[in-house]
């Protein structure tokens, strides 16, 4: 029998991605023009799991974060709730990544290589719809120094 010792980044994924809510993801930010207001509830139970998926295999040494569009410029992503580290751009909105907006297209496991040990896969987050409300991040590896 396999252990979560076993496990690789996509099926960590599949199992976040059972726990994650994204009907919550859509509705934590009050404001998605920008102001950083927050359902607080919804947050903290995004944050939550995130940081149960990054536990899931420890070898991996996941960092996760979500990440939505911005609805004023869809050539901007935001990053709305992180596990125990912010993404390597920080809190502010970014330029879309290639490999993001694939995920944020539908497809599951979009990869990029951020540095020569550490890369970052991508995957949807849907709500009880069925529609895409936001992307999963889980970057793996030591990561590069950024600054803030």
């Known amino acids: 029998m396999a252990s979560c010792w076993d496990l ?9 991605l059972l ?15 920008g102001h950083p207001d927050y359902d607080f509830d919804r947050f903290n139970s995004c944050k939550i799991a995130l ?11 996941l960092t996760a974060v979500l990440w939505q569009l911005r609805p004023d410029d869809d ?7 992180a ?19 694939a995920a944020l ?7 990029a290589a951020r540095s020569a040990t550490c890369c970052s896969h991508y995957y949807p987050v849907r709500n009880s719809d ?12 030591p990561r590069p120094k950024i600054d803030i």
């Open 19 to 33: 726990f994650l809510d994204g009907d919550a993801l859509e509705e934590v930010l009050l404001d998605r023009y």
């Open 51 to 61: 940081m149960k998926l990054e536990r899931i295999n420890p070898r991996l040494g």
């Open 105 to 111: 297209e539908g497809e599951f496991g979009s990869s």
């Open 8 to 16: 690789d980044i996509d099926s960590v994924a599949r199992i976040g």
């Open 130 to 141: 069925g529609e895409i409300c936001g992307a999963l991040e889980l970057l793996a590896g």
């Open 83 to 101: 596990g125990n580290a912010l993404p390597l751009e920080g809190y502010r909105p970014s330029p879309v990544s290639p490999a993001l907006r």
């Open 75 to 81: 050539s901007l992503v935001v990053p709305v709730v």
